[in-house]
């Protein structure tokens, strides 16, 4: 059975690292505390590995066991954390129902996580969850921020009104258009309106504008100025208010939608 001994690079890992408060690092940041080159960190981390000192989240990335937990070999962080680290400085955001998520928004536990990034990456499975990677158009990728989850742990996650913008335009990933609506009432006090619309412009598509507005309009959010604004220039056309359902329901020409989710089955949803 292994024992938690640090040999003297190692303890100085372990310490630089408690310094930081950051328990999910990668090879280059371990050669650099080290001072070592990253041949040698391997050699060092491989053997931390087989004695349960780290646990290897995949090539490149690793997880700290923290001494507290006594004798355990694997140990794993919040899984956004490590999501996060596993993107090795690449450009991300947290997105969908991740973000949601973060953001209080749902209400019911999901074992998927969404990452909005500007290149394609295979879905994997990270840190016991199965990760979807979003392809964004750089014109695209704005509006989020960097986030504390606690112990300096902090990763870049969408804030709240491009959260819900992500929803509208790609709700399978938020579990569908009731749950985008769900999340809109459940931070309806929170939620700019303002900024809302503006992302929703801002993504230039109009099956986004589409949906925000009937969820509005159906929930009672939003003046009839800003309601009119979203209307002004949507073209002649109807697309579904939920992309994965069948097309099939009533349609409504205001907002140029077929109403394969009813206005109904939204305000009983919330209402729940």
């Known amino acids: ?23 999910v690092f990668d090879l280059p940041t371990a050669a650099e505390l080290m001072g070592v080159d990253r041949s040698h960190a391997v050699d060092i981390l491989h053997l931390a590995a087989k004695r349960g000192l780290i646990t290897p989240i995949q090539r490149g990335v690793y997880n700290l066991v923290p001494f ?26 947290l997105s969908h129902s991740s973000a949601l998520d973060l953001h209080g928004l749902i209400t019911q536990p999901s074992f998927e996580i969404y990452v909005s990034i500007t290149n394609r990456l295979a879905t994997r499975n990270q840190g016991g969850a199965r990760v ?10 704005f509006g989020y921020a960097p986030r504390d989850l606690g112990n300096n742990q902090k990763v870049f996650v969408s804030d709240l009104e491009r959260s819900l913008v992500d929803g509208f335009t790609r709700a399978k990933y938020c579990g569908g258009m009731v749950e985008v609506a769900k999340a809109v009432f459940i931070g309806k006090s929170r939620i700019n309106l303002e900024k809302l619309v503006a992302y929703a412009r ?14 509005l309009e159906t929930l009672g959010l939003g003046d009839k100025t800003l309601l009119a604004n979203l209307q002004t220039g949507l073209p002649v056309g109807v697309v579904k208010l939920d992309q994965e359902l069948p097309l099939e329901g009533a349609r409504n020409s205001k907002w140029g939608l077929r109403l ?13």
């Open 68 to 93: 507290e937990l006594g004798s355990t070999s694997f140990h794993l962080e919040n899984r956004y954390v490590i999501v996060a680290a596993s993107m090795l400085g690449k450009p991300y955001y």
């Open 132 to 141: 979807h990677f979003v392809n964004t158009q750089k014109p695209h990728f």
């Open 202 to 215: 801002r993504m230039n598509t109009d099956a986004t504008i589409r949906r925000l507005g009937f969820v």
């Open 260 to 272: 394969n989710v009813s206005a109904e089955e939204i305000m009983k949803a919330v209402s729940n």
């Open 1 to 23: 059975m292994s024992t938690k001994t640090l040999g003297p690079k190692t303890a100085l890992l372990f310490t630089k690292l408690n310094d930081r408060d950051q328990r």
